[in-house]
């Protein structure tokens, strides 16, 4: 990606010292766009069969892990906040 990139620039710079050389010249001329015309027609027909798709619900047994939850005593981190002052203390 970054090869290409290197190689457009290096392009763009070739064509604008040539451009500034005046060894290239480039005139445009302004275009427009060709005009269309439009007569009758008809859109085209399609019919399409499509699947159909039922959703309902059935009873099945399955096997599902069960969790137990039993107490333990275990340390946990802390932290104490102690709020500042409001008003603050006269320096000596």
């Given at each position: 990606m970054?090869?290409?990139l290197a190689i457009l620039g290096l392009a763009a710079v070739?064509?604008?010292v040539l451009m500034s050389?005046?060894?290239l010249s480039i005139n445009m001329?302004?275009?427009s766009l060709p005009t269309i015309k439009f007569e009758?027609?008809?859109a085209p027909a399609v019919q399409?069969?499509?699947g159909k798709v039922g959703m309902g619900y059935t009873n099945k047994t399955v096997q599902v892990p069960t969790v137990t939850m039993e107490n333990k005593?275990?340390?946990i981190p802390t932290v104490e906040v102690e709020k500042a002052d409001p008003t603050p203390a006269a320096t000596q």
């Open positions: 970054r090869g290409l070739v064509i604008v050389l005046g060894m001329q302004s275009g009758g027609g008809k399409a069969d499509v005593t275990i340390q």
